[in-house]
């Protein structure tokens, strides 16, 4: 078993006229994995496993700040060796903000696909 490990562009999310946010991580293709949710600067994570409709309540602290998701992937799927997951951004009502998906092959089945992904806040 490898793990590969990747690092994601940095991406910026900007707010306008929105008083809470949610984020879900989707792991896709029968395959398991999780997520570690940290700020940057930060001494812990704040957030670790599965995560399905997480509430930032206070926006306006998210301004400027950097968000780093380590996603984790096993490759469980005996048919093939392709992981995909998704980090989406969306409103209260249910609105997509933002959603990123990482498509990547592993080499051999049961490897593991290490990702980390920034997102920094721009509030307006």
Do not use: W
């Amino acid at each position: 078993m490898k793990i590969i490990e990747r690092t994601e562009p940095l991406q910026t999310i900007t707010l306008q006229g929105v008083a809470k946010i949610f984020l879900t991580v989707t792991v896709g293709n029968r395959q398991i994995g999780g997520a570690i949710l940290q700020f940057e600067g930060d001494s812990d994570p704040f957030k670790k496993g599965r995560i399905k409709n997480l509430s930032f309540d206070d926006v306006n602290s998210l301004n400027g700040k950097c968000l780093v998701i380590r996603t984790n992937i096993i490759d469980s799927n005996p048919i093939n060796n392709r992981v995909v997951f998704t980090h989406k951004f969306f409103e209260e009502n249910g609105n997509e903000i933002k959603s990123f998906v990482v498509k990547d092959e592993l080499t051999e089945h049961n490897d593991v696909l290490s990702s980390s992904a920034s997102y920094t806040f721009s509030i307006l």
